[in-house]
């Protein structure tokens, strides 16, 4: 069976991702985990500040013992990889298990 942790933030891109694993289920039994990665609104409707959501998707995959992780990406283009890592390479580089980005 095949374990797959599926970071989403409610964007096309992250529900593109949960298709796109729960597609591999066609090829053998898959269980998915679904992370919801949006940061809370505290009581006056303002995001709050969270973890570190990077490190978070990858330990929780460490944890979970899933076999891989599956997350949306936004597909930048050579200016956009000028700016600070996005979450997606930052998970690349610390997750311990394969990471497929899903565009």
Known sequence: ???????????????????????????????LHILNV????D???MVRAY?????VIAD????????????GTRGMTTLGSLVPESVASKVVHMAKVPVTLVK
């Open 1 to 31: 069976m095949l374990t797959l942790l599926v970071p989403v933030d409610g964007s096309k891109n992250s529900l593109r991702a949960v298709r796109y694993a729960a597609a591999q289920s066609k090829h053998c039994p898959v269980t």
């Open 38 to 41: 949006e940061p809370p609104l």
């Open 43 to 45: 009581d006056y409707g």
């Open 51 to 55: 973890g570190d959501a990077p490190a």
């Open 60 to 71: 929780l995959g460490r944890r979970l013992k899933c076999d891989a992780i599956v997350m």
